[in-house]
C-alpha cells in the first residue's frame, strides 16, 4: 500500500476526537483493561469520512464531475471477517474471490493476513501476482479457460485450478499438463441468490468417467472443488456438498491419484455465516481427516459490509397528486450512480440496496411539503443513464426532503458493484474509494 493510504488511515486513528473517543472505548485512560469496539468506531469513521467528503463539494460551482458517487470503505471490517472466519473456520484457508471486489488495498490486507486467492483471469492473476504473492496462493477458479489464458498460467506456474468436462481436460492435457487439478462438482444452488450449478459443476454421475479420461490422459487431479451458489442459504447444501466430494475423493484415490485438497468454495454470507460456518466444518471434519488440505473461496463475505457508497441528488421531478384534494405529491429523484454503475448488483446480483439520507440542504421548495412533516414522502429512485431499466427503488418513503444537490447513502456495498460497472452513457466506472480502518491491529499490517 502506498504511504499516503497509510498515513490517512494513521490520520483517522489521530483524528482528535476519534482519538478520544478510541481511547475511552480502550480503556487507556483509566487503566481499565482494553475493550475494542471496532464496530462502534467504524460508524464514527465512515460517517466522518463521508461528511468530509461531501463538505468540500459545492455543487452550485463545483468542477464537471466533482460532486460524483464515491465509496468509503473501512480495511477494519474486512480484517474483523478474517478474525470471525478464522474463529469458525480454523481449518479452511480462505482463498479469497477476486472478482467479488479486486480492490488493491483490500487484497494486500488479506495477502497479509494469509489469504490465498481464487482468479478467474489472466487480468486477475496479474494482478494478484504483481503483488509479490506466489503463484501457490492462487487457484485459477473457472471450470472453463481461454487457451492463451492457459498458457499465460502455465508460463507463470500457477498450477491449482479447477476443471469440470472432458473436453477442458484435453485442452489441459496440450496446453499444461503439469497442472495440479480439481475436479469441481455440482451442487444444489437451489436456496441460492444466484445459482452456478445451472453453468458449472459436474453432476455426480459423469465424475468417475472424468477421473479415468483423466487418467488415461495422465494429467495430475488433487482434489475436488464445489460451490453452492452465490448468497447461499441452506446449511444442507453444504453438508451433501462435502458429502459429494469426499465421494469423488475415494473415487480418485481408488485410481491412484494423490487427492489431497478439498475445495469448498464460496456462497458465505455476513449474515448467516456463524450458523453456515458449524455445518461446514462438523461435515469437513467428520469425512475428511486431519491430513486432507481445505480451503475455500470466499467472496462476498470479506467485502459486502466494508464498503459505503454516497451518491448525489442530481436531479427531482414533481408527481402531482391530481386525486386527492389538497395533493400529496410524490418525487422522483435522479442521482449520479444507478444500475449501469456501482447499482449493477441490483442486476447481477439480486439486491435491493437501501437508501439512507446523508446530507440534505433542508430547503423549501413551494411544494406542499415541510421540513417537519410527520408522515413520510413517496419518492422512487432513478440512475442518471436515459434506460427506464436504470431504477434503484421504485418506491422509497422517507420523512425527509430530498432536493437536487442532497446526498443519499447506501450500506453493504462492497461486493459485485464497482467491478461490473459500466461507462454506459459515457459516465464514468472509476467512482473515488476513501478508505478508513477501524482496527488498529490492520493498520499495524498494512504499514508493516
Ligand atoms: C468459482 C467461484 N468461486 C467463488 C465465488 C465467490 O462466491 P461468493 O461471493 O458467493 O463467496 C464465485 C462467485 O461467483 C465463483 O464463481
Redesign the pocket.
Known amino acids: 500500500m502506498g504511504s499516503c493510504v497509510t498515513d490517512t488511515l494513521y490520520s483517522n486513528f489521530a483524528n482528535p476526537s476519534l482519538k478520544r473517543d478510541y481511547c475511552s472505548l480502550s480503556g487507556s485512560d483509566s487503566g481499565v483493561e482494553s475493550v475494542h469496539d471496532g464496530a462502534k468506531l467504524a460508524r464514527e469513521l465512515i460517517g466522518n469520512a463521508l461528511q468530509k467528503h461531501i463538505q468540500s463539494i459545492d455543487t452550485d460551482e463545483c468542477e464537471a464531475g466533482a460532486e460524483d458517487a464515491f465509496f468509503v470503505a473501512d480495511l477494519g471490517d474486512v480484517y474483523r471477517q478474517h478474525m470471525r472466519w478464522k474463529a469458525h473456520l480454523p481449518r479452511i484457508t480462505p482463498h479469497y474471490?477476486v472478482?467479488?471486489n479486486p480492490d488493491p488495498r483490500i487484497l494486500e490486507l488479506l495477502a497479509k493476513m494469509g489469504a490465498g486467492f481464487?482468479c478467474?483471469s489472466k487480468t486477475e492473476i496479474e494482478q494478484v501476482l504483481a503483488m509479490g504473492i506466489d503463484a501457490s496462493r492462487i487457484i485459477y477458479?473457472?471450470p472453463c479457460k481461454t487457451k492463451s489464458y492457459l498458457r499465460f498460467t502455465a508460463k507463470q506456474g500457477v498450477s491449482q485450478m479447477?476443471f469440470d468436462n472432458v473436453d477442458e481436460l484435453y485442452k489441459i492435457k496440450e496446453l499444461f499438463p503439469a497442472a495440479q487439478l480439481f475436479l469441481r462438482i455440482s451442487t444444489d444452488d437451489s436456496a441460492s441468490l444466484?445459482r452456478?450449478s445451472q453453468k458449472?459443476g459436474a453432476a455426480m454421475d459423469v465424475t468417475e468417467g472424468l477421473l479415468k479420461t483423466a487418467k488415461q490422459l495422465e494429467l495430475n487431479i488433487v482434489g475436488v472443488a464445489f460451490?453452492v451458489?452465490?448468497?447461499?442459504s441452506d446449511p444442507g447444501a453444504f453438508r451433501q456438498a462435502v458429502r459429494d466430494a469426499r465421494t469423488v475423493f475415494d473415487k480418485g484415490a481408488e485410481l491412484g491419484f494423490n487427492m489431497h485438497t478439498l475445495d469448498c468454495?464460496?456462497?458465505?454470507v455476513s449474515e448467516t455465516f456463524d450458523e453456515m460456518a458449524a455445518v461446514l466444518a462438523e461435515t469437513v471434519d467428520k469425512h475428511f481427516p486431519p491430513h486432507v488440505r481445505i480451503i475455500a473461496?470466499?467472496?462476498?463475505?470479506y467485502t459486502s459490509s466494508a464498503f459505503t457508497l454516497a451518491c448525489n441528488v442530481i436531479a427531482r421531478r414533481t408527481v402531482e397528486d391530481k386525486v386527492t384534494p389538497g395533493g400529496n405529491n410524490s418525487y422522483m429523484l435522479y442521482m449520479n450512480d444507478g444500475v449501469y454503475g456501482n447499482f449493477s448488483s441490483i442486476i447481477f446480483d439480486h439486491q435491493h440496496p437501501i437508501p439512507r439520507v446523508l446530507n440534505t440542504q433542508a430547503k423549501q421548495d413551494g411544494y406542499r411539503y415541510s421540513l417537519s412533516r410527520d408522515d413520510a414522502i413517496t419518492y422512487s429512485i432513478w440512475g442518471p443513464t436515459c434506460d427506464g431499466i436504470d431504477c434503484i427503488a421504485q418506491q422509497w418513503q422517507s420523512k425527509d426532503t430530498v432536493d437536487v444537490g442532497d446526498w443519499l447513502y447506501f450500506e453493504d456495498m462492497g461486493?459485485?458493484t464497482k467491478c461490473s460497472a459500466t461507462r454506459f452513457n459515457g459516465f464514468t466506472d472509476k467512482h473515488e474509494t476513501i478508505y478508513v480502518c477501524s482496527e488498529p491491529d490492520a493498520v499495524a499490517l498494512l504499514k508493516e
Open positions: 474471490a472478482k467479488c481464487d478467474a477458479a473457472q479447477t444466484c452456478l458449472f460451490h451458489g452465490s448468497g447461499a468454495g464460496g456462497g458465505f473461496e470466499p467472496g462476498r463475505y461486493a459485485y
